[in-house]
């Protein structure tokens, strides 16, 4: 009878056991699904011009030519850091791990972040091609190029911690009027140079998004230059079609991308408003922010869609290439307005 008890006595404990681990399971998964809602919020867009104000007003500093354009790019770092969740895109545990959209969404950002930093370093900091660069910029460009998947030994956001303090290093020195080898340059050539890098990167977001549907192309890679080649041919006409599991990846990529773009910008009119205005081409830029600020409308759908073109339900990823595409014809009249003398 004792023995009985015994049993008895074990197997209530270890169905008690067994509760208690069913529920921890299932508690950690609900608080795993709630916070993977938070997570997925996208950050606000914040004022350049106030966030430069604070940023002098706090280090007594003056808004010296490009310190709105350095300081803004230090926020939109610091954002990817720093923003609901923190930064998702190297999480190896739940719920970072089984998210997708704000993975894609920072590497959207950091695409921007990378273009801007090498134009620092490389043009806007450098009065021609035989000047010295900048010797926080040298440090600053390669540490926003760090493997943005590595978590440890050493991990992502140190990394790019490292780039945005050196990034504040050079604002300083750039309004402290005893730094004289901090500069900017605020010139047409500089911005054109940039632009250009804007202007690919768009144009590929935005095949990208309308192959969400899938088209058939012809190839007019060696269009117009009789004597061109290239090292592997192509077929004349072919199809591209993105995958249907990475339509959502595409469309948030390019909507990170429109975020950091826009703010950027924004900083753009204020350092190169002298350049802009007498170019007549300020509106242009405001256009471009315009189109830009359109692909950050809420989404009221749960998932994106990739309905047919003409069909009966919406495809967002068409939608998003039509705003992107238009910012990027944008930018092409302001590189031209910009050359002309």
């Known amino acids: 009878m004792d023995k009985q008890n015994e049993h008895l006595d074990r197997f209530l404990e270890a169905g008690w056991m067994m509760r208690i681990v069913v529920g921890g399971i299932a508690v950690f998964l609900l608080l795993a699904v709630i916070l993977g809602f938070v997570f997925s919020s ?56 089984w998210l997708d959209n704000i993975p894609n969404w920072e590497f959207g950002v950091l695409v921007q972040v990378r273009d801007l930093s090498r134009a620092l370093r490389k043009d806007f900091s450098r009065s021609q091609s035989q000047s010295t660069e900048d010797v926080d910029l040298v440090i600053a460009e390669p540490q926003f190029h760090f ?41 047409a050539d500089n911005l054109r140079q940039w632009l250009k890098d804007v202007e690919t990167r768009l144009g590929s977001l935005s095949q990208r998004l309308s192959a ?12 117009g230059d009789n004597a061109s080649s290239q090292s592997t041919e192509n077929e004349g006409e072919f199809e591209v079609k993105t995958p249907w599991t990475e339509i959502d990846d595409v469309f948030y990529e390019a909507r990170g991308s429109a975020w950091a773009l826009i703010h950027i910008l924004k900083a753009i009119e204020v350092d190169f408003a002298d350049i802009l205005s007498k170019k007549n081409s300020l509106v242009s830029v405001k256009q471009i922010v315009r189109e830009l600020e359109a692909t950050q409308a809420a989404i009221w759908s749960p998932i994106i869609l990739n309905g047919d073109g003409f069909g009966m339900t919406a495809n967002h990823s068409l939608v998003m290439a039509s705003y992107i595409s238009r910012a990027n014809a944008g930018i092409i009249d302001l590189r031209a307005l910009l050359s002309q003398g």
């Open 212 to 223: 969400s549907v899938g088209q058939k192309r012809l190839n007019v890679d060696l269009a």
């Open 147 to 187: 493997d943005n998947l590595s978590w440890a030994l050493p991990d992502t956001e140190g990394e790019y911690r490292r780039g945005i303090n050196k990034l504040n290093s050079y604002a300083l020195r750039l309004a402290d009027k005893q730094q004289a080898q901090a500069q900017f340059f605020a010139r």
């Open 42 to 97: 996208e950050p606000e867009q914040f004022v350049v011009t106030e966030v430069a104000a604070q940023h002098a007003m706090e280090n007594d500093r003056h808004l010296a030519t490009g310190y709105t354009t350095t300081v803004t790019l230090m926020e939109i770092a610091s954002t990817l850091l720093d923003k609901s969740g923190g930064y998702l895109s190297n999480d190896v545990m739940p719920p970072g791990l």
